[in-house]
């Protein structure tokens, strides 16, 4: 048979429960708009009931725990996607910044070889005026700025690239040291029995932080998350944290170690490092070689046309254009070898009336170099890999970023704070909350009456 | 499924979706391109290239045509009047050669044929923009000079040398027919027999006269000879002027098709994208001010 203060006793924890529920509710509602944060339900449970002969009496409410509601999968395919996504961005930015290098129209490196062998062509009706040798000079010198410049333009975002890299590995070292501690507090909190949803929630945001920087791979484990990037090189072991390193390599770029000293600079695939470092190392050398290339047979292939002929006094032709014998840096450092109009050799006899050789000379608009194509579709390849390169990273980054937003609904869906569900659930309580009142209020009554009877 | 709204995120990115799309609509509008950057078309932008190069191409194949047009018209000029005069040198060998004709008579025609050959001599000087349209391929030379050691009286300082202009990918077009060919050829020299017409009307002898009067025949006809070949020159050059300038054409309306983008379609897509955007806009409106539980619980 229960007695008034065990009724009581009910009541309060009745209270007790009801406000700890609206609590949590307050939390959900107040933490609505916090990124990375899962919101939180209260699980209530009976307490077993004291049996008094054939009579079992119910001996209220308490509260077993609150969790965290989530979906591992789904954040590992958030965290994998945000990291793809970053490496697509980061491509995107650099290459933007590249393309203009090779623009379509205007003054670009084909509309410069084109002006050149079009001068070289007027060379043909008059090969003596003065004024028609200047323009060919000219010309040339134009179309060896323009080899000079994109040869800069194409080193000018690696330099700016290794500023990335060395940024990307700070802020990663930096989020390693606060998984590691976060790890840790995890593990403390789950030693008393204490619900740890809040700390894994900030947690999953560390990671989330990590994977848009560099490749993360996470395995949850008895002492908290391991994390790892590259081929498997530890981040974060437990509490312990480890610390990726930057150095300048021969090829003067700055390459990533883990901390057993191992270079892991291509085996990072994705996030913002990935994206920069697939662009320094993979993308612009790419570029710079089929520029080095162009720049090299064509100089070769014009030094040699020109000494088939004789310039305007008659001497055999010499080289025009100075260019490494190296294919590497040609581009960069190709530049005229005279500023004498009379030298372009036009004259196939020695005559200076002569045209022969101008012939011989504008052949190489169309010829085929060694490489395979001529100067001319060198130049549009240029173009068109720039073109193709920008656009794939751009259509791969608008893809991802409509998954990822598909995905994050699907999280919200899961985790998210729905504000109706929460004043629902704040107005089921608030009710609970008066009821287990009016039940202390009851027995206060019915304690006077008794005392009364007393009286 | 549980349904959470996390509205406003995906109100944002609709939005930029939608903004996006106008930008890129106004652009093509205002430009009239549908490619700006090579990411937009990367394989057309590639044959832009191409074909810029071309037309590029095309219009100094069509200078170059236009300057050897002027070169060869000179030419032809030139030539037309060397005919004139060689005719006139027959009429006067014919008449020289007649035994009716005085001594003195004779004398006179040798004076009038000396002016004749000077005036030839003149004329296979002419220049062009400073260069000498017959002497081969040398420049900076007067090219036939008197020499009195020359059969002639005249030396040829130039060459024998050839300039081809290139009017078209594979197309190139004399650009001079040389004096030692035109004026001093082995077998018809023009100067040659002037001379020897001056020479035989000094001596006064009949048969010499016709003689000479005979060879100046065959120089006359192989001067017209070559006088066709100006004239074929002159006709090609204006036939590929032509042909040049309607592969102008095509090529400007291959551009057109490659990264060009007609007004209607851009004026469709304009309004459409306007259209659209509106839409997400007033729709974005309603949903940011939708009503929740709160707005009941009174």
Do not use: C
């Not at chain 1, 004024?131 to 800069?152: G, K, P, W």
């Not at chain 1, 593990?187 to 700390?199: N, V, Y």
């Not at chain 2, 102008?248 to 994208?273: C, F, H």
């Amino acid at each position: 048979m229960g007695s008034l203060s065990s009724t009581l006793s009910i009541a309060t924890q009745s209270l007790l429960a009801q406000e700890t529920a609206l609590s949590v509710t307050n939390n959900n509602i107040a933490n609505a708009n916090t990124a990375g944060y899962a919101r939180e339900t209260v699980s209530l449970s009976e307490n077993s009931p004291t049996s008094n002969g054939s009579l079992s009496v119910g001996n209220g409410v308490t509260v077993s725990g609150i969790t965290s509601v989530k979906d591992e999968l789904l954040s590992l395919r958030i965290q994998q996607q945000t990291s793809q996504q970053s490496s697509a961005d980061a491509q995107v930015n650099a290459l933007n910044q590249i393309q203009t290098l090779f623009p379509i129209s205007g003054n670009s490196l084909a509309s410069s070889l084109s002006g050149f062998f079009t001068s070289l062509s007027a060379l043909s009706s008059n090969p003596t005026d003065a004024a028609n040798r200047q323009t060919v000079l000219s010309n040339a010198q134009t179309l060896v700025d323009q080899f000079n410049t994109i040869s800069a333009g194409l080193s000018g975002p690696s330099s700016s690239l290794n500023t990335t890299v060395q940024t990307d590995v700070t802020n990663v070292n930096q989020l390693a040291g606060q998984a590691a501690s976060l790890n840790e507090q995890i593990l403390e909190q789950k030693a008393t029995g204490q619900d740890s949803g809040t700390l894994e929630d900030q947690l999953g945001q560390v990671e989330l932080q990590l994977s848009s920087l560099t490749n993360l791979n996470v395995t949850h484990t008895e002492s908290g998350d391991t994390l790892t990037t590259g081929n498997g090189s530890p981040l974060v072991l437990g509490n312990e944290s480890y610390a990726l390193q930057t150095e300048t390599g021969s090829d003067g770029n700055l390459h990533v170690y883990d901390s057993s000293g191992s270079d892991i600079t291509s085996s990072i695939s994705s996030g913002d490092l990935g994206g920069t470092i697939q662009t320094r190392d993979t993308t612009i050398p790419k570029l710079q070689s089929s520029l080095d290339t162009l720049a090299n047979q064509f100089a070769t292939a014009f030094n040699s046309a020109q000494t088939s002929g004789y310039d305007q006094n008659g001497t055999k032709g010499a080289a025009l254009f100075s260019v490494s014998s190296t294919v590497s840096g040609s581009a960069a450092n190709i530049k005229l070898t005279t500023t004498d109009p009379s030298k372009i050799a036009a004259s196939s006899d020695g005559t200076s009336g002569s045209n022969g050789n101008v012939s011989n000379l504008t052949a190489l608009q169309t010829s085929t170099l060694p490489v395979g194509e001529s100067a001319t579709t060198l130049s549009a390849n240029l173009v068109y890999q720039v073109g193709e390169l920008t656009s794939d990273a751009t259509a791969q980054s608008s893809s991802l970023s409509l998954s990822l937003t598909s995905l994050n609904t699907q999280q919200s869906s899961v985790s998210g704070v729905s504000i109706d569900e929460e004043t629902a659930n704040l107005v089921r309580y608030q009710q609970a909350y008066q009821a287990a009142a009016k039940v202390v209020s009851t027995i206060q009554t019915l304690f006077d009456a008794t005392i009364n009877m007393i009286n | 499924m549980r349904f959470v709204s996390s509205i406003t995120a995906n109100v944002i990115a609709d939005i930029q979706t939608s903004d996006k799309t106008l930008q890129t609509a106004l652009q093509q509008v205002s430009t009239g391109q549908r490619v700006s950057v090579a990411s937009d078309d990367p394989a057309a932008s590639a044959a832009l290239i191409q074909v810029e190069t071309q037309a590029a191409n095309l219009d100094q194949y069509t200078s170059n045509a236009q300057s050897a047009l002027s070169q060869a018209q000179t030419a032809d000029s030139v030539v037309t009047s060397v005919v004139s005069l060689l005719n006139q040198a027959i009429t006067i060998g014919t008449a020289g050669a007649n035994s009716t004709n005085s001594a003195a008579n004779r004398q006179a025609d040798a004076t009038t044929v000396e002016g004749l050959l000077s005036n030839v001599v003149s004329l296979a000087n002419t220049t062009f923009q400073g260069v000498s349209i017959f002497g081969g391929t040398v420049s900076g030379k007067q090219i036939f000079t008197a020499d009195a050691n020359s059969s002639t009286g005249y030396s040829y300082n130039g060459n024998s040398g050839i300039n081809n202009i290139s009017i078209g990918d594979s197309l190139t077009v004399q650009a001079n027919i040389p004096g030692n060919t035109l004026f001093t050829s082995s077998n018809a020299s023009v100067l040659g027999a002037l001379s020897n017409l001056k020479t035989a009307l000094e001596s006064g002898s009949s048969t010499d006269i016709g003689n000479a009067t005979t060879a100046i025949t065959t120089a006359l006809n192989y001067v017209s000879q070559q006088h066709v070949i100006y004239g074929n020159t002159i006709n090609q050059l204006e036939s590929q002027e032509t042909y040049l300038a309607s592969d102008k054409v095509t090529l400007t309306s291959r551009e057109t098709s490659l990264v060009g983008i007609d007004t209607a379609t851009a004026a469709e897509n304009l309004s459409q994208a306007e259209t659209s955007n509106t839409a997400t806009l007033s729709a974005a409106a309603k949903i940011l001010q939708q009503n929740n539980l709160l707005d009941y619980l009174k």
